[in-house]
């Protein structure tokens, strides 16, 4: 299998890199295009008026063609797709693992969600593989081990097009974690606060404070399920995309 790794966190990060070893690991051909600094929050933004630069990067694993990219998450699918640096069929696009999870609404806010959807508005299958903070060695090996399953599974399966398999788990020590489920997105919402601020020299500015209002979770969802200490598993843009059976094909 032709894996395409991506991420936002930069190319650097140990989440891409557990993912990386795994699929080496498992004999498969990896080409890895990711932001050469951290594009946390990116979204799919694109880089529309100026030029993406692009180094290749060493891994220091044998046969992975490994690119930086001074761009978006989205940027990185995109050159790496349309651009010529891949120039054999891609069996599919992984984006992750990212540090932080990507459930509820904060998938739509997610360079780690973007590049994946751009793989899959692009024609390929995608997956995303998310972690909650303080995730050690043994959790993202873990995390590393299930996506590159569920994602070998994935490209056995009927599915959508322009639909993307996110995954999330509790962050943590020893991947200590409860069975994986699937479920829906929490649809509840944070509203932010700013702190409006004078600077002395160019007026005022805004700070982006850690105390806004939170809704109240949706029971079964996501959010809900990884506060339990499971794994979770959503289908993220073409909604229906696998019945029930399928889920069971993956293992979920």
């Given at each position: 299998m032709h894996i395409l790794l991506v991420n936002d966190d930069g190319i650097t990060a140990v989440g891409i890199t557990a993912l990386l070893k795994e699929a080496a690991a498992r004999g498969h051909r990896v080409t890895m295009a990711a932001p050469d600094r951290q594009q946390s929050a990116a979204s799919h933004?694109?880089?529309?008026?100026?030029?993406?630069?692009?180094?290749?990067?060493?891994?220091?694993?044998?046969?992975?063609?490994?690119?930086?990219?001074?761009?978006?998450?989205a940027d990185c699918v995109r050159v790496a797709l349309l651009g010529g640096l891949v120039t054999d069929p891609v069996d599919v696009v992984i984006s992750g693992i990212n540090n932080g999870l990507n459930a509820g609404m904060d998938a739509h806010y997610s360079g780690t969600l973007g590049a994946a959807m751009e793989g899959a508005m692009l024609g390929h299958r995608a997956v995303a593989a998310s972690i909650g903070w303080n995730a050690d060695e043994v959790s993202l090996a873990a995390l590393a081990a299930l996506t590159l399953d569920w994602a070998e599974r994935y490209?056995?399966?009927?599915?959508?097009?322009?639909?993307?398999?996110?995954?999330?788990?509790?962050?943590?020590?020893?991947?200590?974690?409860?069975?994986?489920?699937?479920?829906?997105?929490?649809?509840?919402?944070?509203?932010?606060?700013?702190?409006?601020?004078?600077?002395?020299?160019?007026?005022?500015?805004?700070?982006?404070?850690?105390?806004?209002?939170?809704?109240?979770?949706?029971?079964?969802?996501?959010?809900?399920?990884?506060?339990?200490?499971?794994?979770?598993?959503?289908?993220?843009?073409?909604?229906?995309?696998?019945?029930?059976?399928?889920?069971?094909?993956?293992?979920?």
């Open positions: 933004r694109l880089t529309l008026s100026e030029p993406i630069m692009m180094h290749p990067f060493t891994t220091g694993l044998p046969g992975v063609e490994a690119y930086a990219i001074k761009g978006s998450p490209c056995r399966i009927p599915a959508q097009p322009v639909s993307v398999l996110n995954i999330n788990a509790p962050g943590g020590a020893g991947a200590d974690w409860k069975p994986a489920v699937y479920a829906p997105m929490d649809t509840s919402c944070r509203r932010d606060r700013y702190e409006r601020r004078e600077s002395p020299f160019n007026g005022a500015y805004f700070w982006l404070a850690g105390d806004g209002d939170a809704q109240p979770i949706d029971e079964g969802s996501d959010n809900w399920y990884l506060e339990k200490g499971h794994v979770t598993v959503t289908m993220l843009g073409n909604f229906g995309s696998l019945v029930p059976q399928q889920w069971e094909t993956l293992g979920i």
